[in-house]
């Protein structure tokens, strides 16, 4: 085990960290991170937690036997955003895999790599050809060497397709690993098949065969939709470290996203408190979520991954109202406040769904002071305007250059509006 491996010493005392897979797992979502743009990430999601970083992300840089350039981009990572986060490198459980990452993080602080390994009969026959056991024997010999050419960086392993494999059969090598000096234990849903309950009983029982000493990891795919209701589970079942990729970016239908595990885990000591346990303490320096927008947009700019209106914590629709009663009552129709948490103004949108309120409001933001008539002929146009064009928003400026022929013409002549 690496001396001062601030990610063990951070999970063992209650701490949460994040294993940021949108580099390396992401780009199984058909996306490609610049190596420039993996340092500025990095950097972004590290100041989140200021000088903490470290100790609260490890930032899965890349997978250096891809090519030469897969290599170059883990290694500037490595070098450049050191002290922001603690960098990875992931490897497949061989000795040529094993001594290229260490050589892509070497000399960096807090430097990590992440040995594969099979774990259930299905993944062991595909990917090396063997028996389970077999299979995790032979990643116990790869740790081992990982860990005598490691030089104070710390090893991690991941055990691939851990839910469909033999329980007791990946706690005895996760123990076995731990013990060897692994520093941590991924359980991998390689599949993203699980559902909550499995997924607390597997993360108990393999905690419980391996020994206090094992650091467990979540990594739980969202192919059926519940990978942040599995983290949770697993959170809830002692897990300290969860992987993690910005706007949920993995293999094939991804993974949890960081943004809404972090914001959940962090806006609210109550609700933190019903996943971590009471009176828990998850964090050295607590997190800046006032970054988490600006980082999201950001790496939807980079690989095209889009933010929507419906994409909690940093989608389009987040701080925007567009119905009468949520205008007048903010508060009573939001779970939180995103000024306050996320630094995020709230927005008025203009749509078919607008009342007189909201109407009179945007007329305000874009400098028309309305009178009743002309504010029931503008609330009038704003919803043929929408039904005739088949779109829901209606555009400032669309709206403005009705607005500068409303207020210079005579007033319309009242008329009862629905």
């Not at 390396?24 to 200021?50: H, I, P, Y």
């Not at 970083?53 to 500037?76: D, I, K, L, N, Y």
Request: hydrophobic share 50%; net charge negative.
């Amino acid at each position: 085990m690496a001396r001062g491996d601030v990610v063990r010493e951070s999970a063992r005392a209650g701490r949460v960290v994040f294993f940021e897979e949108s580099a390396r797992d992401g780009a199984q979502a058909k996306t490609l991170m610049s190596a420039g743009f993996r340092v500025r990430l990095a950097r972004e999601q590290g100041a989140v937690f200021g000088a903490d970083g470290p100790r609260h992300v490890v930032f899965a840089a890349g997978f250096p036997s891809v090519c030469a350039q897969e290599f170059e981009a883990t290694r500037q990572v490595a070098l450049e955003a050191q002290g922001a986060v603690s960098p990875a490198a992931i490897c497949r459980g061989t000795g040529s895999d094993v001594r290229l990452a260490l050589r892509a993080v070497r000399g960096a602080a807090h430097a990590r790599v992440m040995v594969i390994v099979a774990a259930s009969e299905a993944t062991a026959g595909a990917l090396v050809h063997s028996d389970a056991r077999t299979a995790l024997a032979g990643g116990l010999e790869v740790v081992k060497e990982a860990v005598d050419r490691a030089d104070g960086i710390a090893v991690d392993v991941c055990l691939v397709d851990a839910p469909r494999a033999d329980a007791a059969l990946v706690a005895e090598y996760a123990g076995a690993m731990t013990a060897q000096g692994a520093g941590t234990i991924v359980l991998a849903d390689t599949v993203g098949d699980l559902l909550p309950g499995p997924t607390r009983t597997l993360f108990a029982q393999v905690a419980d065969g391996a020994g206090p000493e094992a650091v467990l990891v979540s990594h739980l795919h969202n192919d059926l939709g519940l990978g942040l209701a599995n983290t949770l589970a697993a959170l809830e079942s002692g897990v300290r470290v969860a992987a993690c990729s910005w706007l949920g970016m993995a293999e094939r239908s991804g993974m949890v996203a960081t943004e809404q595990l972090l914001f959940l885990l962090a806006h609210d000591p109550a609700k933190a408190a019903q996943v971590l346990g009471p009176g828990c303490e998850p964090w050295w320096s607590a997190p800046d979520l006032t970054r988490l927008p600006g980082i999201a947009r950001m790496v939807s700019a980079e690989t095209g991954v889009p933010l929507t209106v419906t994409t909690p914590i940093v989608g389009t629709g987040v701080a925007t109202i567009s119905t009468g009663t949520p205008f007048t009552h903010p508060q009573t129709f939001q779970p939180y406040d995103p000024q306050h948490h996320l630094g995020l103004a709230p927005a008025v949108v203009l749509t078919h769904l607008a009342s007189g309120r909201v109407v009179r409001a945007v007329a305000a933001r874009l400098g028309h002071d309305l009178d009743p008539d002309r504010t029931r002929a503008a609330l009038a146009w704003v919803k043929d305007r929408a039904y005739r064009r088949g779109q829901a928003v209606v555009a400032d400026a669309d709206f403005a250059a009705y607005l500068d022929g409303l207020t210079t013409a005579p007033a319309p002549a009242a008329a009862p509006v629905s």
